[in-house]
């Protein structure tokens, strides 16, 4: 069955770049979502179609695919952006989301 | 703008079946543009979709939970609801609906309600 995989976290000093990667088969010929999961909140829509970026969301927040990973690129790390990220994707037959990342701002 | 909001029991015994109801305010569930959909969270877990409804009636289900899952929609309530029998300790969590913007690999969840936190216990 097919599978989206995330890494359980990743750390950024503020300011800095972060990078969450989400891999999968072919997933660069499929389209990525990520959704953003603050601390005991619902989570909201950060990037869909692999790089669109609804109105709303700030401009750092960014999206590339390609093979079989794609990429959620958050430039200029705030405080904020602590939170955990998931990924998600359909498959034959079903929605899948990956097992999330959180990441922590330093 | 288009809110969702979950109702229904925080704690419902094994065995038994859950019943939630997705309420859709600020815009119509019986637009042919959108699919309402089901999505739970197991404590400190990640996200598992369940479902959609479309406003006509027509369902998908996540094939792991065919089995147990009901949905349904009430245009004239601006509702739509699920129904998951066989209630068991791993069936608790928060569970989520969600407005789809497109259905199918272009699948965007774009409104989520604030969630309904359910304890299988007895």
């Known amino acids: 069955s097919y599978e989206l995989t995330q890494p359980p976290s990743v750390s950024v000093s503020p300011g800095q770049t972060a990078r969450i990667a989400c891999s999968g088969d072919k997933l660069g010929d499929r389209f990525a979502t990520w959704y953003q999961q603050r601390s005991g909140q619902s989570p909201v829509l950060v990037i869909y179609q692999s790089n669109k970026r609804p109105s709303g969301i700030p401009e750092r927040f960014s999206g590339s695919s390609s093979g079989n990973t794609a990429t959620l690129t958050i430039s200029g790390t705030q405080a904020m952006d602590e939170a955990d990220y998931y990924c998600?994707?359909?498959?034959?037959?079903?929605?899948?989301f990956g097992g999330g990342t959180t990441l922590t701002v330093l | 703008q288009v809110q969702l909001q979950e109702s229904g029991p925080r704690l419902v015994k094994p065995s038994q079946t859950l019943s939630l109801t997705c309420t859709v305010s600020g815009g119509s569930i019986s637009s042919k543009t959108y699919y309402w959909n089901w999505i739970r969270q197991h404590p400190g877990k990640g996200l598992e979709w369940i479902g959609f409804i479309y406003y006509s009636g027509s369902t998908y289900y996540n094939p792991s939970l065919k089995s147990r899952v009901t949905m349904s929609v009430d245009t004239s309530k601006n509702q739509f609801s699920l129904r998951l029998s066989s209630l068991t300790a791993a069936d608790t969590a928060v569970y989520f609906c969600?407005?789809?913007?497109?259905?199918?690999?272009?699948?965007?969840?774009?409104?989520w309600g604030q969630g309904t936190m359910v304890t299988v216990s007895s």
């Open positions: 969600a407005r789809d913007l497109a259905g199918g690999l272009l699948t965007t969840f774009d409104i």
């Open positions: 998600q994707a359909w498959d034959t037959n079903t929605v899948l």
